[in-house]
Each structure stands twice: as structure tokens, then as C-alpha cells.
């Protein structure tokens, strides 16, 4: 079956980095796109970035935009997401999902997504 597995979450200070990935199996991962997701309490679940089957294309959400990259490496079936000057304000649980939508063109509803991992949790601290 397929599976999706988050890791590199944590805790981290305001201003720093954490890079996390996610590990797919049971599926023919370099046709798939990919996307990240996060959720925090009480919020609903919101796009943050996505790419395209080979990573040449990306997409990011405003609120993200120039301190998030999205990378893949289709050789290892993991797709990352490194992130940069961290604020409060991204504290969640990051999920990836794939999305055969979004295989040339990323997507960034979670409806165009098929198959989601468990997430991992991000705290940032002041």
C-alpha cells in the first residue's frame, strides 16, 4: 500500500531552520507531483508548497515564499522541504501528499491530492 512518512519536525527558535522530509513507498513516486501542507489547532489545513514530477516547476504560498524550498530527489522517493527564518506563525503539523494533478503543474488544493502522510509537528518558540 502506499505510505508516506514525515520526518525532521521539532522544535526550533524563531529565525531558524529545519529541513523535513517525507519518504514514499508503494507508489510510482517520480510521475507523481508533490505538495506540502500544514495545519495548526483550530485552523484548517493550507497549502504551503508543491512541485512537479521532476521538481522543475514549484509553487509556493505567500505566506512561505523566499523562506521555503521545495526539492525532490526521485531516486530516493523523498521529497523535502527546508525552511528558513522561522516564525511563530508556522507552527503546525506539516503533511505531504501526492497529487497526479499536479504531476507538470502544482496544485494547490488539498482535493487535488490523493495520498497523505501522518504528518510531522513543527513548533517554533519565541
Known amino acids: 500500500q502506499v505510505q508516506l512518512v514525515e520526518s525532521g519536525g521539532g522544535l526550533v527558535q524563531a529565525g531558524g531552520s529545519l529541513r523535513l522530509s517525507c519518504a514514499a513507498s508503494g507508489l510510482a513516486f517520480s510521475i507523481y507531483g508533490m505538495g506540502w501542507f500544514r495545519q495548526a489547532p483550530g485552523k484548517e489545513r493550507e497549502f504551503v508548497a508543491a512541485l512537479s514530477w521532476n521538481g522543475g516547476s514549484t509553487f509556493y504560498a505567500d505566506s512561505v515564499k523566499g523562506r521555503v524550498t521545495v526539492s525532490r530527489d526521485n531516486a530516493k522517493n523523498t521529497v523535502y522541504l527546508q525552511m528558513n527564518s522561522l516564525k511563530l506563525e508556522d507552527t503546525a503539523v506539516y503533511y505531504c501528499?501526492?497529487?497526479?494533478?499536479?504531476?507538470?503543474?502544482?496544485?494547490?488544493?488539498?482535493?487535488?491530492?490523493?495520498?497523505w502522510g501522518q504528518g510531522t509537528q513543527v513548533t517554533v518558540s519565541s
Open positions: 501528499a501526492t497529487s497526479w494533478q499536479g504531476r507538470t503543474t502544482p496544485r494547490t488544493h488539498p482535493s487535488e491530492y490523493e495520498y
